[in-house]
């Protein structure tokens, strides 16, 4: 079955520095998205992307976040200058279009900022 | 703005049905979803319910949507060790782009 692969699994950082996340979709999949969850805390959305541009995100999602597809494989979550509550397991997901179909997330990376 | 609600906790037997309730508030919901986490692992979909629906079943799960009351129920029959795990339910909502609002999830833990 399909899978949306998410790299790495675990990810420390110091704070003020800046992370990569990385994931790849599945491969026919149009519209992709990270979500998060704070330890103990709702998953919560951030951000979805549809051809090539952002369609929609949350007020989690600000100046310090940013998305790209860099080769039409990959999908990056970017936070620019890390913060202690940035502090999170963070899921990609993909999904094959706007109709009823679920996402299908990835297992996560969780990132601790130190 | 859109809320989802569940209770945090549900024990049952090995063997015996598990129920577990969510309640949501939009009421332009388009879809609702039931999600699985197991420890360490991402969020699993279980099955969805459009919001014209009363009930889908798949299997040993059965979801009831009372559309007028804003409340979903995930039925889970002949439950097994393996079933223990968080279960979250979720909601699409109409002119979005499809993001979701989860709940906070409800552990179910099966006693053997």
């Known amino acids: 079955e399909p899978e949306v692969t998410q790299t790495p699994s675990h990810q420390v950082t110091q704070m003020g520095q800046e992370v990569i996340l990385r994931c790849v979709p599945i491969s026919n999949h149009l519209y992709f998205y990270w979500y998060r969850q704070i330890l103990g805390q709702k998953v919560e959305f951030l951000v979805s992307?549809?051809?090539?541009?952002?369609?929609?995100k949350s007020e989690i999602f600000d100046d310090q976040f940013s998305v790209e597809r860099p080769d039409g494989s990959n999908f990056t979550l970017k936070i620019r200058s890390t913060k202690l509550e940035d502090s999170a397991m963070y899921f990609c997901a993909s999904s094959g279009d706007r109709g009823s179909y679920g996402y299908t997330f990835g297992s996560g990376t969780r990132l601790t900022v130190v | 703005g859109e809320d989802v609600e569940q209770s945090l906790f549900l024990s049952v037997r090995e063997g015996d049905s598990s129920v577990i309730n969510c309640t949501y508030t939009d009421s332009s919901s388009t879809y609702l979803y039931w999600y699985k986490q197991e420890p360490g692992a991402g969020l699993q979909l279980l099955t969805y319910i459009f919001s014209n629906m009363d009930m889908k079943q798949d299997q040993r799960l059965t979801v009831l949507l009372n559309k007028k009351d804003k409340h979903l129920s995930l039925r889970i029959a002949d439950t097994q060790t393996g079933d223990s795990a968080i279960y979250f339910c979720?909601?699409?909502?109409?002119?979005?782009?499809?993001?979701?609002?989860f709940g906070s999830g409800t552990q179910l833990t099966v006693l053997p």
């Open positions: 992307f549809y051809n090539n541009e952002i369609s929609e």
């Open positions: 979720a909601e699409a909502l109409a002119g979005s782009a499809r993001q979701l609002t």
